[in-house]
């Protein structure tokens, strides 16, 4: 049966070990090779096209090259690869990055082995794979669900999602908009609402999805 290659990315030698061992044991899924940083990433996928992976699983905190370096070079210059972020951090700042940097998954290092392979799957099958474990990527797939492609937005709307992408303050954007945080925190939670997404990851995933924002 034909499976799926996978390199893995950590500086950690232990961890990335381990990481390459349970993922030999899914069935559809192969370690093509490890590597400790972006930089050794870089150097493989340009020796062979032989190295280039169906999917890479990649941290976030690396020497000489981090990870959100790391899946930016992978998403610009090899698209058809899926990039999922392992990591121990779960802050809604490092997600955001790794998101706007173009990877489409992230689950932490304490994940169960059966939810990472079912992730993998999902990767392969649908382009992308949100868990529960991090609630800030949620974007809601309950059946019933609004259908957000045919949302009408008005200006300051599209503006405030545009902005939102950004690292700036919700009251950084105010200031930008010439508009009150109070008018703001309205914006805000109305697009919640209408987005039904729980927060301002939830947002972001929205609007780059739908292209209203280009990383």
């Not at 689950?107 to 529960?132: Q, R, S």
Request: aromatic content about 8%.
């Amino acid at each position: 049966m034909m499976k799926y290659s996978v390199v893995v990315v950590d500086d950690h030698t232990l961890l990335s070990q381990a990481i390459e061992g349970m993922v030999n044991t899914f069935d559809k899924f192969k370690v093509l090779y490890t590597c400790k940083n972006g930089k050794e990433v870089e150097e493989k996928f340009s020796a062979s096209p032989k190295n280039i992976p169906d999917l890479v699983l990649v941290d976030v905190n690396m020497p000489v090259m981090n990870g959100i370096e790391t899946t930016e070079w992978i998403v610009e210059n090899y698209p058809q690869v899926h990039v999922m972020a392992l990591s121990v951090e779960d802050a809604d700042g490092t997600i955001l990055k790794m998101l706007k940097a173009g990877a489409v998954g992230y689950l932490l290092k304490d994940t169960k082995k059966e939810i990472l392979e079912k992730a993998l799957l999902e990767m392969m099958d649908n382009g992308f794979y949100h868990t529960k474990n991090v609630t800030t990527l949620l974007l809601d797939s309950v059946s019933g669900k609004k259908e957000r492609n045919n949302l009408a937005f008005k200006e300051n709307e599209i503006t405030f999602m545009k902005l939102a992408c950004s690292e700036l303050t919700y009251k950084e954007i105010a200031d930008k908009m010439f508009l009150s945080p109070k008018t703001i925190d309205g914006y805000r939670d109305s697009l919640f609402t209408k987005l039904n997404v729980r927060n301002r990851v939830g947002l972001v995933m929205y609007a780059i999805k739908n292209k209203i924002y280009t990383p």
